[in-house]
């Protein structure tokens, strides 16, 4: 604590304002996670409560907004469901069973990511190719924009002959329309024009104030925050102070059934959650030109997503969305990070009627703001500049994001711009042949990489049947790579072995060596450790002089 207070001290009042400007436009969005995974909404916002203060404090990215996303909420949606049923099929029927394999599945989703950072896979982060980024954050910005597109509709009950009751979303139209664009107008208005006039004023948190006040004292009818939740079903606000739940320990069964049943949901919300807060974290580095902790970072989320279980409340992490707004209102510390959550703690215990007259289209106007500022426009400038390949894969990322999620965006064009890189390289692979008749001896100099992209290419360079009795294969400008370099050495020995020539290898690395006497401690023969060759070492332990 006193860390916060000490790193925060000079930029406390940016910090403040913009933690509470983030409280405000987290609010609507977590209670529509809330509905997509038909949880109660209080207990999407006690897990954002928890975890956004637990990562705040001890995450490895000052300025990081946590809460309960979406991209987390959507993986719960079946296994609450079948979770319900599987109650109801007890000896002893349990209601509402779903909620609590949840919150076990949270608690394993929290210790999954626990051990993420213990052992340090937060490092890997580091291999995600920059068009990836830049296709995260364009397609991300597309889902909150197409997500604001839909506040522009309202429930309507309709209620069929035999006396069932569905909900339908209905576009709005008319005065409703018009009055709903033209607040959202003044919101995006107040926030583009303040910082001209002074820098004094939050911007983002001025325009939420002056557009509620608007509202209220013409008296406007327009879809509210509260409206918004009771639209939903829900029944407010009004909350208490999150506290240890004891009834998940009173009805969830101890079994391997119950973790079978849980931990794939687990798995897979503990790797969403770590990818789309590494990623928000990448984001935060490149525009605040610092540098996060990423292993600090998953140990927190996974803390926070623990504490969030024991206590009631539902998984999260990294929230891109109201961390840019937290950077672009000045929040740079821990500190804003816990104002957001400990004035959700305060809107929900004590300020939840205030807060319910907060038009949504105030909120829609900052994330308005928010998409502009989030996406890359640069990207669409240099489409036509950058690699084909980096192109395609910006594209991929951006559309595989709007149409499915982060995750399955982030492993595919992982895996693209893996594909590309390993194809390019493969062609890099060549070889000079030398040839000195008077020593009866060939010389083979290569250069490139030798890996399993280029095992083909480097084994259609020799000449096995027309080559002299003594070769000579030098690697001073090449690097084996993996476990398929090697066997393809040990392949070309054994293809002149059968022709009963001899063959040298030169320039190897340690690491190389080691695997290829593994592989065969015979080959010991045909390796030179030239110690004459000052280029020796510099091949051998190319780190070293890197």
């Given amino acids: 604590m006193f860390d916060i207070i000490r790193k925060t001290k000079a930029n406390a009042k940016n910090d403040l304002l913009a933690g509470m400007t983030v409280s405000l436009a987290m609010i609507p969005e977590v209670v529509a996670f809330a509905f997509v995974a038909r949880i109660d909404p209080l207990v999407a916002l006690s897990g954002a409560f928890i975890i956004g203060l637990i990562s705040a404090i001890f995450g490895g990215r000052p300025g990081l907004i946590s809460g309960a996303a979406g991209a987390v909420a959507v993986i719960f949606v079946h296994l609450i469901s079948e979770g319900h049923a ?89 005065t409703e329309l018009y009055t709903m664009i033209g607040l959202v107008a003044l919101t995006m208005g107040i926030i583009w024009l303040l910082p001209k006039i002074t820098t004094k004023l939050p911007a983002a948190l001025t ?50 059934d119950t973790l079978k049943f849980i931990l794939p949901y687990a798995f897979l919300a503990a790797s969403v959650g770590l990818i789309e807060s590494l990623m928000t974290m990448n984001l935060v580095d490149e525009l605040t030109e610092t540098r996060g902790n990423g292993n600090r970072e998953c140990i927190a989320q996974g803390t926070g ?148 992209g280029s095992t083909k290419e480097f084994n259609e360079k020799f000449d096995v049947k027309a080559d002299p009795d003594n070769i000579e294969i030098d690697f001073l400008e090449s690097r084996v790579s993996d476990i398929s370099g090697v066997e393809a050495i040990t392949s070309i020995i054994e293809k002149y072995k059968k022709q009963d020539k001899e063959v040298t290898l030169k320039h190897l690395s340690e690491d190389c060596i080691k695997l290829l006497l593994k592989a065969d401690p015979g080959i010991e023969k045909s390796i030179v450790r030239d110690i004459d060759d000052p280029r020796y070492y510099v091949a051998a332990n190319p780190g070293k002089f890197s």
């Fill in 207 to 256: 325009a939420i104030l002056i557009t509620t006040l608007v509202v209220i004292f013409a008296d406007l009818d327009v879809s509210t925050v509260g409206s918004y939740i009771r639209e939903g079903g829900g029944e407010g606000l009004k909350g208490k102070f999150p506290t240890p739940n004891t009834d998940l320990w009173a009805n969830l069964p101890f079994n391997l």
């Fill in 305 to 452: 997503n623990l504490l969030s279980g024991l206590f009631g409340g539902t998984g999260g992490c990294g929230m891109i969305g109201q961390t840019v707004i937290n950077i672009n209102s000045g929040g740079r510390g821990r500190l804003s990070g816990v104002t957001m959550a400990v004035t959700l703690l305060i809107f929900i215990l004590f300020a939840d009627k205030y807060i319910e007259q907060v038009p949504i289209a105030a909120l829609v106007g900052v994330m308005f703001i928010m998409v502009i500022e989030t996406f890359a426009w640069s990207s669409l400038r240099i489409l036509n500049k950058i690699p084909k390949s980096d192109a395609v894969v910006l594209v991929v990322v951006s559309a595989v994001t709007v149409i499915f999620d982060l995750a399955i965006a982030v492993f595919v064009g992982v895996i693209i711009s893996a594909l590309v890189f390993s194809w390019e390289n493969a062609k890099r692979i060549s070889a000079r042949k030398r040839r000195l008749d008077e020593e009866n001896k060939a010389i083979y100099e290569i250069w490139g990489p030798l890996f399993f």
């Fill in 86 to 174: 599987k109650g109801m099929a007890f000896d002893v029927p349990i209601e509402n069973m779903g909620y609590f394999y949840l919150l076990a599945a949270v608690v394993l989703m929290g210790i999954i990511q626990i051990l993420s950072g213990v052992f340090k896979l937060g490092k890997f982060i580091r291999l995600i190719p920059h068009p990836v980024m830049l296709g995260f954050v364009n397609g991300l910005a597309i889902v909150i924009f197409w997500a604001q597109i839909k506040m522009f509709t309202h429930k309507v009950l309709e209620v069929s002959a035999d006396g069932v009751k569905t909900y339908l979303d209905v576009w709005m139209h008319g």
